[in-house]
């Protein structure tokens, strides 16, 4: 990869010194746990740690802020687990630009300075640039169009094409009721080579012109008649994905291979010893220890409930990858080192428990790599006389199978029925014991009747699991 013009540090740093000197204050990432939000899983955006601000119950001593935020999104409404690894810009963990204005500038301000730093500072070709408004936001359209001379045809007015009044991309809420307003978004063109159509268009979904940032401008107050009254004091909120800008210009097209992530997916190429750097495990890899490493130094540990199971899903996600590399002892911890090296100067939290985070992450490896011995012995021994009923034995046999597919994404399905009787995808158990391939169709074996039947397509079944008494209901929870 040649060496690009602006490195990922060189983009927080650039975005936070411009909007320093343009009289912001600028305020540090917040922890990826809300302190100030019950109802959100994880920090999922850069205002969430100014929501209460928003809401007139929290007053700052500024009315102007910049940050870098790190976000996580791999569960509840937000979850982009599923994609991770397999499309160019999904992410379980990543970093959002972002300023904001309470009270003080407002439209004008905010787009002339999207401007100012995509084109003048970090050079982004003018003609390149695309940007939507809320098709009854007159004043940003004038802006764009009339002031900051974008041609009208790249300026795409986008109106409530989600069902409803104010049911638009353009529009935003923080909930039913409360703060909204219109949204303009600025877009990037990367090309004719690459499929898609402008936003607005029948080909919008298409990876041709990505959006980079949105700047919201709130300023109504949504009433519960769905009508909106005008706010005293019109609100700013900005945000803008650090890896898509790097992307750009970097002159790449998919966020895995700017520097940050070609340095990640390196050191995972190191521990695996995967010679394929386009190898979609790498990727997964990569992503997943800056999710884990960060969630450890925020204080979520891996665990069988709330954000705790959520870190054992990514954890283990990633060791699955690291296993079908062929890596079948603990090395996902050994990524640490590379991810403080890239990321501790700009989160001194993570450096400061460099040596935790490895040991909670380590610990983590040791408990599923013995769990999987455990459960594939049991497994192979079942299978192994031809038999093709899995009887558990014990209580404790049972644990070991339910942690064996809970830890693995094939089987991440789950429920509870008879005493010791079992579910389990008959397709995992053909690819991982070849020898029990005459038993592997495409439903799932049972230990109940001795034979392969269909049970709902989400969900196996293990009765008395590691937790008795306690029902999961069938869920998908990661893909391949």
């Known amino acids: 990869m040649s060496t690009p013009q602006f490195s990922v540090a060189d983009i927080r740093k650039t975005f936070l010194d411009f909007f320093a000197a343009k009289g912001h204050t600028v305020v540090a990432s917040s922890p990826l746990v809300p302190g100030n939000d019950p109802t959100l899983m994880f920090t999922n955006s850069g205002m969430v740690q100014f929501k209460d601000v928003f809401l007139g119950t929290d007053k700052r001593s500024y009315v102007r802020a910049a940050s870098v935020q790190a976000c996580l999104r ?82 795409v007015r986008i109106g409530d094409n989600k069902g409803g009044r104010y049911q638009s991309d353009n529009f935003w809420m923080m909930a039913d009721t409360g703060p909204c307003g219109p949204c303009s978004e600025i877009f990037y063109d990367h090309g004719p080579h690459i499929a898609g159509g402008p936003p607005g268009s029948p080909e919008a979904d298409g990876d041709r012109y990505i959006e980079i940032w949105n700047n919201v401008f709130m300023q109504f107050d949504m009433q519960p008649d769905g009508s909106v009254k005008r706010l005293p004091a019109p609100c700013v909120d900005t945000g803008m994905g650090l890896e898509r800008l790097a992307a750009i210009l970097q002159h790449v097209h998919s966020n895995y291979e700017i520097d940050i992530f070609d340095q990640l997916i390196r050191a995972a190429a190191r521990e695996t010893g995967c010679q394929d750097l386009a190898n979609n495990s790498l990727r997964v890899i990569a992503d997943h220890i800056r999710a884990t490493a960060f969630l450890v130094s925020d204080g979520v540990i891996p665990s069988n409930e709330g954000r705790g199971y959520v870190q054992r899903r990514i954890v283990r996600r990633a060791i699955r990858h690291g296993y079908k590399l062929g890596r079948k002892t603990p090395f996902f911890h050994k990524l640490v080192p590379d991810l403080v090296k890239l990321m501790g100067e700009a989160y001194p939290n993570l450096a400061s428990q460099a040596k935790r985070i490895t040991e909670v992450l380590k610990a983590e490896e040791e408990r599923f790599f013995e769990t999987l011995e455990n459960g594939m012995e049991i497994l192979d021994a079942a299978l192994g006389g031809g038999a093709q009923v899995l009887r558990a034995a014990t209580q404790g046999s049972v644990q070991d199978l339910h942690a064996v597919f809970q830890s693995l994404e094939e089987a991440l399905f789950f429920g509870f029925q008879a005493p010791r009787h079992l579910w389990f995808p008959a397709g995992f158990v053909g690819r991982c014991l070849p020898r029990a391939g005459p038993l592997c169709g495409r439903g799932w074996l049972s230990c109940r009747h001795g034979k392969a039947e269909s049970p709902s397509p989400r969900c196996w079944q293990i009765q008395n699991g590691p937790r008795p008494g306690v029902h999961w209901r069938g869920q998908h929870l990661c893909g391949l």
Do not use: C
Request: proline share 4%.
């Open 74 to 155: 791999a569960g509840g409404k937000h979850n982009d687990l599923e994609n991770v690894g397999y499309t160019a810009r999904h992410h379980t963990f990543f970093e959002m630009l972002g300023n904001w204005s309470f009270g003080d500038y407002f439209k004008r301000e905010s787009l002339t300075w999207a401007w100012e730093l995509l084109t003048q500072v970090y050079k982004l070709p003018a003609d390149k640039l695309w940007a939507t408004v809320y098709i009854e936001d007159d004043e940003a359209y004038d802006i764009w169009t009339k002031e900051i001379g974008l041609p009208p045809e790249r300026v």
